[in-house]
């Protein structure tokens, strides 16, 4: 494949491959091997219109281990404020000599759209409330790391699943991958097509906690509702927050994942996210990982 736009596009081969090389760059890294040298010569861009930490962060590092030029672009400061459109600034990017481009955007399906553009690789860093993919990946990778294997294993996302590019992604992949997921969301914050996504839904966090393998807490994505969706804080953390309480209603072996970044004190305690079972700081080291592995797969290595 040329591209990465959607994790339901990955088969389980596709997300094997993907994973595997994940486990052996992180093997390289642990020889203390900082720098390796498959993209020289190469250039990736990240074309961020939307805020980021861990992604645009965690992309460039990828890119700079494997010895890729890399050129950071971001919305804010640039042409785009003077209405330059999507299409004219990717050319733009691309007529410098841009290999893969990195993109985020605040629509759904730019990253799409993009690919039809530029002859290089297009990497979905975020789209809108669509996908993820990256996330998803560095996600699976994290769980196999800790927990073994993914086939059977029971997930459970809970939170804002209506805005959640991350839970869309993550249900697509861990799918394939063979896990079970289950959504726990209020009604208000479920999208309506959540009918067709391959996952059971429950309103019930205490009733599915004790099944759990895994509990991936979502952020309320409050900058992208109103107050219909979302009347009270405190009434949502007392339904779906992931507290102390909570957290002793888990199996002693499974984990607790975030993708950050966090609303401490609402959808998950403090305590419970720098607990030892829980994984968020893992997960930010393991997305460089991945984003080495989908970059050498998709312009060094083997075709993915
Ligand atoms: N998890 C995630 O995508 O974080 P950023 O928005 O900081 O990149």
Not at 191 to 215: F, M, T
Not at 271 to 279: G, I, K, L
Not at 281 to 304: S, W
Request: hydrophobic letters at 40%; proline letters at 4%; glycine letters at 8%.
């Amino acid at each position: 494949k040329r591209h990465l736009i959607s994790a339901g596009d990955l088969t389980k081969d596709d997300a094997l491959l993907i994973l595997d090389t994940a486990e052996e760059l992180a093997r390289v890294s642990e020889r203390s091997i900082k720098k390796l040298p498959t993209l020289r010569g190469r250039t990736v861009v990240n074309l961020f219109f939307e805020d980021s930490t861990r992604t645009r962060i965690s992309f460039e590092a990828a890119a700079k281990r494997l010895s890729a030029d890399v050129i950071n672009f971001s919305a804010k400061g640039s042409s785009v404020s003077k209405g330059e459109s999507l299409k004219d600034t990717a050319l733009t990017l691309e007529a410098m000599g841009a290999d893969a481009v990195v993109i985020r955007h605040g629509s759904s399906g730019a990253p799409h759209r993009l690919a039809n553009w530029v002859h290089g690789s297009v990497v979905n860093a975020g789209d809108g409330t669509h996908e993820h993919p990256t996330q998803a990946l560095l996600d699976a990778f994290s769980m196999r790391r800790r927990l073994g294997g993914l086939e059977g294993r029971r997930i459970t996302v809970v939170g804002d699943i209506l805005h959640s590019r991350v839970a869309r992604s993550n249900v697509l992949l861990l799918h394939t991958l063979g896990a079970e997921v289950t959504l726990v969301a209020p009604p208000t914050l479920l999208p309506v097509s959540v009918g067709d996504w391959p996952c059971e839904v429950s309103y019930d966090l205490d009733a599915v906690l004790p099944k759990s393998d895994v509990v991936m807490m979502l952020r309320v994505q409050k900058e992208r509702m109103n107050a219909a969706y979302f009347p009270s804080e405190r009434e949502y953390s007392r339904r779906y927050g992931l507290d102390r309480d909570r957290f002793a209603k888990m199996p002693d072996d499974a984990i607790v994942m975030h993708p950050g970044p966090m609303n401490r004190g609402m959808e998950i305690a403090a305590e419970v996210a720098d607990s030892a079972r829980s994984t968020i700081v893992e997960q930010v080291a393991n997305g460089v990982t991945i984003r080495m592995a989908v970059l050498y797969l998709l312009l060094g290595g083997e075709t993915a």
